[in-house]
């Protein structure tokens, strides 16, 4: 298994997995730029296999968990990240355990068991997430794929930057996306930052958090958020901290573009794209828009939003 964050590595995992995954759609809305004032660009990860851009990290780590003879691989997730490994482990051929904490999205519980994972339920903590993981790990002999703060993963995942720079990479002055952990924001980060670091009119990597989240203390003054989980509707990204190879990269080239955002915001986001764009999108994918659509700097022009996730709690609609 890699042990190294790297352009070349980024490019294996581009390689590796492409035949497998989605060159997801770019999508706009005429409605939607005259609302922001912009000409907005849509990265389509909700059209992704099992629903996110999590398909992309985590069928990078099973196909090199598998070559290292892996016995089988395990994760803690809220729902994205169960999936896509299971999907990844039922792809390639490994047994495939996931750590659910109990307040998950029905919905993405039944993707995971679709996918053919076991599930063990833990307390909605990271410290019960993690330690329950960690013991069935030792005792099931499997490989940890951490959701957030893994080199497999951060490398696999930056294949979405590969296809954004081929569909729109002349278009666009600025990427948004939703920050949770940190591995999908790292990545993109690290990748635009060190292939793109001459460009005219520099992209602008934005970081979009919910309020509670407080990245930016993190990344200016070193200090940590105060919980562990957030108490929001994007549950994609109630997990409060970010992983250490993160925030390194975050701090490195985005510390000045974090942008905070609202709960109602985030619904407002949802609505805009469900009503304009027809596209059923989960709330932590609305989160990155909301940040657009609220809060996008005046001299951004041509924002592209990345869509992370289509995995939605369908209680909450008909809620």
């Not at 957030?148 to 951060?154: E, G, K, L, T, Y």
């Given at each position: 298994m890699t042990s190294e964050i790297s352009v070349d590595e980024m490019r294996a995992a581009h390689k590796r997995t492409a035949p497998f995954i989605h060159n997801t759609p770019i999508m706009t809305s005429e409605k939607i730029d005259e609302k922001v004032g912009a000409h907005v660009l849509f990265k389509c990860e909700h059209l992704q296999k099992t629903g996110s851009f999590k398909a992309r990290g985590a069928l990078n780590s099973v196909i090199l968990a598998k070559e290292q003879n892996a016995k089988g691989v395990i994760a803690h997730s809220s729902g994205n990240h169960g999936q896509a490994l299971a999907w990844s482990a039922l792809k390639i051929g490994l047994p495939c355990t996931i750590v659910v904490p109990r307040n998950a999205p029905v919905s993405k519980i039944d993707g995971m068991k679709e996918y053919g994972a076991n599930i063990t339920l833990c307390e909605p903590t990271m410290s019960s997430r993690e330690s329950v993981c960690a013991d069935l790990a030792e005792k099931l002999d499997s490989f940890y794929?951490?959701?957030?703060?893994?080199?497999?993963?951060?490398?696999?995942?930056?294949?979405?930057?590969?296809?954004?720079?081929?569909?729109?990479?002349?278009?666009?002055?600025?990427i948004f996306l939703s920050v949770g952990g940190g591995g999908f924001a790292a990545s993109v980060a690290f990748l635009i930052g060190n292939i793109r670091p001459d460009v005219e009119g520099e992209y602008r990597i934005y970081l979009v958090e919910p309020e509670q989240k407080q990245l930016s203390k993190l990344l200016e003054e070193g200090v940590q958020c105060d919980v562990e989980t957030l108490n929001t509707i994007a549950d994609g990204v109630r997990v409060a901290q970010v992983g250490s190879l993160c925030e390194p990269i975050l701090k490195k080239y985005c510390t000045k573009t974090v942008v905070s955002v609202k709960e109602e915001e985030i619904k407002e986001a949802l609505k805009l794209i469900w009503t304009r764009m027809k596209q059923r999108i989960e709330p932590t994918a609305a989160l990155a828009f909301a940040g657009v659509l609220y809060h996008k700097p005046s001299h951004i022009k041509r924002p592209l939003v990345i869509l992370c996730g289509g995995n939605v709690d369908t209680n909450y609609v008909i809620n």
């Open positions: 794929v951490d959701p957030h703060n893994c080199v497999s993963m951060i490398n696999g995942h930056a294949s979405v930057v590969f296809e954004v720079l081929g569909q729109v990479g002349n278009e666009i002055d600025s």
